[in-house]
């Protein structure tokens, strides 16, 4: 009896030896190295070329869409050297697009980053693409870049949320269809 103790004691012991190997060196692995320039614009034109296809290539797993009717969620790679929480939306109207948006410490860094962000994306797309820039009724800004007679845009924004006492500031990417940019811009 003593002995099986013994035993089922090293077995929990190695199990803990392995878990903390495995912990330390996940801790120690480098991170994944940063994309190119390059890189980020053959992923960011890989992109804009799936939205036809509604992102299927870009699907992760599909998340609970919440309150909101008529409309499907689903996970998305970060493609954007500056994003953060990606995902794909669709509509019940069929509409489909890839939304990337993350959190800022305040106005300044949000405007730094749209800038930076949209800069990016100006040197990623040819010259059949047209831009033009908004102020948003938050007092922040948006910049659109569209083809006439393409359905497929690509916004770069930045805006203060407006349902919140706070001063929270967010960046977003947007790559989809020109018609859900339609509403007024806040």
């Given amino acids: 009896m003593k002995q ?3 035993h089922t004691g090293l077995r929990i012991a ?3 030896l392995l878990a903390s190997i495995s912990s330390a060196c996940a801790i120690f692995t480098p991170t994944a190295k940063p994309l190119t320039g390059s890189e980020v614009c053959e ?3 890989e992109v804009i070329a799936d ?3 509604d992102f299927k290539q870009l699907k992760g797993s599909r998340k609970s869409s919440g309150r909101v009717r008529n409309m499907q969620i689903w996970s998305a790679d ?5 994003a953060r929480d990606c995902q794909i939306w669709e509509w019940g109207s069929g509409l489909t ?3 990337c948006s993350w ?3 305040d106005e300044v860094k949000a405007k730094v980053n749209h800038d930076k962000g949209a800069d990016l994306v100006g040197q990623c797309l040819d010259e059949q693409w047209q831009s033009s820039y908004v102020d948003t009724q938050s007092g922040g800004g948006r910049t659109l870049f569209y083809q006439p ?3 497929t845009v690509v916004s770069v924004r930045y805006f203060k949320e407006s349902r919140t006492i706070l001063e929270n500031w967010k960046t977003t990417l947007y790559i989809g269809d020109e018609s859900n940019l339609k509403a007024e811009v806040q």
């Fill in 4 to 6: 099986r103790n013994i």
């Fill in 14 to 16: 190695a199990v803990g």
């Fill in 43 to 45: 992923k960011l034109n």
């Fill in 51 to 53: 939205h036809a296809n």
């Fill in 78 to 82: 970060r493609v954007f050297p500056l």
């Fill in 97 to 99: 697009s890839y939304t």
């Fill in 103 to 105: 959190q800022e410490s």
């Fill in 149 to 151: 007679g393409n359905k």
